[in-house]
């Protein structure tokens, strides 16, 4: 299969129709391409927050208010995308408010038959717990598709192996982010290439660039797509299957082949997705040394 992961640019948008051409666009342009799976960014809806105007778009928690107030509207759109252009798409993140009291970091699943789905965000950075006020969602989740079992590790969440290991039956993990500095999208990056050489699968970093003086909340972001495995057999030495440019928008592409992640996985150089297990016995106990 080929998947197309996304280094996408917010836009200032002055009508809803604007929104649903950019998306169109972007998905007619990957599907064109023969992409069966399109993964978009973390806080990636953000945007539609200027549909409210520049005070709105500016308050941190306006601004989320805003985007939770058209979410339905927001998965109406992409399931009417994945369905026309039959493809499974991982919508760009946004901040709902489910009744829960305070927002979750919430991205949508889209299957081409019209199905639908979510993952939350499990671990909050700093920013989201201290200004924000996001709060942790709902569990992790396992998605049995036409392409794979695949699971989502959004942005922080990448960069806990415990997480990544709870997702071990998974045969690509989708990691959407949003990071402000080259840091950051190192920090996701290393986590997520991480993930793969753990679990012997594919994970998939789609990342938010550019700036935008309208917001507080994604002023500046910094990212590239890219597709990551195991370096071993059947994979690049370097695990890299395809990486985009720098804050450059637009898709990053590249092949995946679920057998060869099954090979890896039963008859790989090493085997560290099957002998995970056994670093329990190794640290229930720490021995301290004094030299």
């Known amino acids: ?105 919430r991205a949508a699943f889209y299957a081409p038959d019209g199905g639908r789905d979510h993952q939350d965000k499990q671990i909050m950075t700093r920013f989201e717990r201290e200004d924000w006020d996001i709060a942790p969602g709902g569990p992790l989740k396992l998605f049995d598709t036409a392409l794979g079992k695949i699971g989502v590790l959004i942005c922080y969440d990448s960069e806990f192996p415990l997480l990544g290991r709870a997702l071990s039956e998974a045969d690509m993990i989708l990691v959407p982010s949003c990071t402000e500095a080259l840091s950051g999208y190192w920090r996701v990056r290393i986590g997520a290439m991480s993930r793969a050489l753990e679990n012997q699968c594919v994970t998939v970093m789609t990342s938010l660039v550019g700036a935008n003086d309208w917001s507080v909340a994604v002023d500046m972001n910094t990212g590239m797509g890219g597709v990551f495995g195991p370096p071993d057999k059947g994979f690049p030495a370097t695990g890299v299957l395809a990486e985009g440019t720098l804050n450059q928008p637009g898709w990053t592409y590249a092949d995946v082949d679920l057998s060869a992640i099954a090979a890896v996985r039963a008859d790989g150089h090493v085997l560290n997705r099957t002998h995970w297990p056994e670093q329990d016995a190794r640290v229930e106990t720490v021995t301290l040394s004094t030299l």
Do not use: C
Request: glycine share 8%; hydrophobic share 45%; charged share 25%.
């Open 1 to 105: 299969m080929k998947v197309a992961t996304a280094a996408y640019n917010l836009d200032w948008l002055d009508s809803w129709a604007q929104y649903e051409d950019k998306l169109d666009r972007w998905v007619a342009e990957a599907a064109g391409q023969g992409a069966g799976l399109l993964v978009f960014p973390e806080y990636g809806a953000m945007e539609v927050s200027t549909l409210d105007g520049a005070e709105v778009a500016g308050d941190l928690e306006r601004s989320i208010r805003a985007v939770s107030d058209r979410f339905e509207d927001i998965q109406n759109l992409h399931s009417r995308l994945a369905s026309a252009y039959k493809t499974y798409i991982l919508g760009a993140s946004a901040p709902v408010v489910d009744g829960s009291g305070r927002p979750v970091n």
